[in-house]
């Protein structure tokens, strides 16, 4: 990915169109199990979210991905649409259950064939496809074996890895091995919100290592697997972390959580090393023991690109009696996805908010690309992942209108195109996400897509900011 300087350019009635380098890549998002269903069709067996989502209270009224947009019957019409609207790189994951069942041991053709056909029409019509392979949903054999905190599982990881290389490296060019491990390590054994649903902190700390490994081995399968213009990469959910005031104990608390969602991974991922203060933090729950000799050069692995995905900062602050009982300060407890931030109180970043309750602030994406290039300056970035939900319906007239939508991308946008001005070797963005899909925990719920899906019918509505990603990605133009 080649990208030209960016330019900003006076438009008829005084306003500026913000123009992105030549080259920019405008893609969007999914993943498998929030949009494939087919959960038991051609050998697929189920992952850790097929057992999390039938496990009674852990869903939103019980919705599972079992049939989610049924993509894996409509793939074909799913990349006509992305076609019609224009877009240059799609990224979607691969499901680990559905290309090697249990986890380990040969390939189901059948499943490989799926992400074949996907991947030849995705060429045929211009688009660049984009793999990830791990987008969390965990063989269930693999978690009945111990799951990411056991160091096995990376193993099993690697040869994964090999074995889609094998079968997809002749068209996909672009690969990411993890999607956001902080969710599958703190939220999946640390808070238990997502799958496999427990709550144990140093589980949690040994699945971030175990996943820091797993993709460290990946990449070494994949560099072998894959011609040498391939790009690998992997995808962190780079949480902007933000002091509630200057005071030294909310700075400290900002830098605290900063360790453990961040550092953690880009310690050892990009510098080789766990950074001294996280395992100071963690000290009373782990000694780390679990780090054997040679994992930190295994985890450390030249990447050619490092995919960012951003929604909203963090707001913290030192927790004191009063903070924890804030209508809006909550403090860590013990079904904590923060091992070692006991001592931090959360709290809502003012302004509005996204139908997650997420608040909407573009300058939490330009201060993180900044920060990145100031710690990474040899390192592409890439948006993997950045949108919103909102409470979108299709009305009388067949249209589905979310000004909202376009006003959030437009502002973020905005701000990724400042942060080009400024020096960042940002190359592309890709929207999250092109179909409405299963949002985890909240299953159908939330509306992230540019594309409506009615999940009765199945019928696809592209909704009004999907017409206007359309015009931005055919012109690379964004009007400010
Ligand atoms: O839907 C998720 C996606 O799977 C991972 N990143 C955040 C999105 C919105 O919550």
């Given amino acids: ?48 979210w097929d057992t999390f989502a039938r496990t009674p209270g852990k869903v939103r009224n019980g919705d599972t991905g ?14 006509g649409i992305m076609s019609d ?50 987008h969390w949903d965990l063989p269930q054999e693999l978690e009945d074996a111990g799951g990411w905190p056991e160091r096995a599982t990376a193993e099993r990881f690697a040869e994964y890895a090999a074995i889609a290389a094998d079968a997809l490296g002749d068209r996909v060019r672009t690969w990411t091995t993890l999607n956001e491990p902080w969710c599958s390590a703190f939220l999946g054994y640390g808070s238990g919100v997502h799958a496999p649903g427990r709550t144990d902190q140093v589980a949690a700390l040994r699945a ?21 213009e391939a790009q690998v990469s992997v995808t962190l959910n780079i949480h902007h972390v933000r002091s509630l005031t200057d005071a030294p104990a ?3 608390a900002a830098r605290t959580i900063d360790g453990v969602a961040n550092r953690v991974f880009t310690g050892p991922m990009l510098h080789g090393a ?56 909550h403090r860590v407890s013990d079904h904590s996805p923060w091992p070692g931030g006991e001592s931090v109180a959360f709290h809502r970043p003012p302004g509005e908010t996204t139908a997650m309750g997420w608040a909407v602030d573009p300058t939490g994406l330009r201060d993180l690309l900044l920060a990145l290039d100031r710690e990474f300056p040899e390192l592409p970035l890439v948006i993997t992942e950045n949108g919103a939900a909102f409470d979108d319906y299709v009305d009388p007239a067949g249209e589905v209108r979310d000004p909202e939508r376009v006003a959030y991308l437009r502002g973020h946008l905005a701000a990724v195109h400042r942060a080009i001005n400024e020096g960042v070797d940002v190359r592309g963005y890709f929207l999250w996400s092109l179909l409405d899909n299963f ?10 897509g540019a594309v409506h899906v009615d999940y009765a019918t199945g019928t696809r509505t592209p909704k009004s900011s999907a017409r206007w990603y359309a015009r931005l990605a055919r012109s690379g133009v964004l009007d400010a």
């Fill in 1 to 48: 990915m080649t990208t030209t300087a960016p330019r900003t350019e006076t438009v008829p009635g005084g306003g500026s169109a913000l123009a992105f380098p030549a080259g920019f890549l405008w893609g969007a998002a999914t993943a498998a199990y929030q949009i494939e269903g087919a959960a038991a069709l051609d050998g697929r067996t189920p992952s850790i």
């Fill in 66 to 79: 079992d049939v989610a947009t049924d993509h894996y019957h409509r793939w074909r019409e799913d990349v």
């Fill in 85 to 134: 609207l224009g877009i240059g790189a799609y990224r979607f994951s691969i499901a680990w259950p559905r290309v090697q069942p249990t986890g380990r041991g040969p390939a189901v053709q059948k499943g490989l064939d799926f992400y074949r056909r996907l991947t030849d029409e995705l060429l045929d019509k211009g688009i660049r496809p984009v793999a990830t392979l791990y």
């Fill in 208 to 228: 971030a290592h175990h996943l820091n490994l797993g993709h460290g081995l990946a990449v070494k399968a994949l560099r072998a697997a894959l011609p040498a």
């Fill in 250 to 252: 909310d700075v400290d």
């Fill in 274 to 329: 766990y950074p001294a203060d996280v395992l100071a933090d963690t000290a009373h729950l782990t000694d780390w023991s679990f780090v054997r000799d040679g994992d930190l050069r295994t985890i450390r692995q030249p990447l050619d690109f490092l995919g960012v995905n951003y929604y909203t900062p963090t707001l913290v602050s030192a927790a004191t009696d009063d903070a924890a009982h804030t209508s809006d300060g």
């Fill in 439 to 448: 949002e985890w925990g909240y299953g159908y719920s939330k509306r992230f």
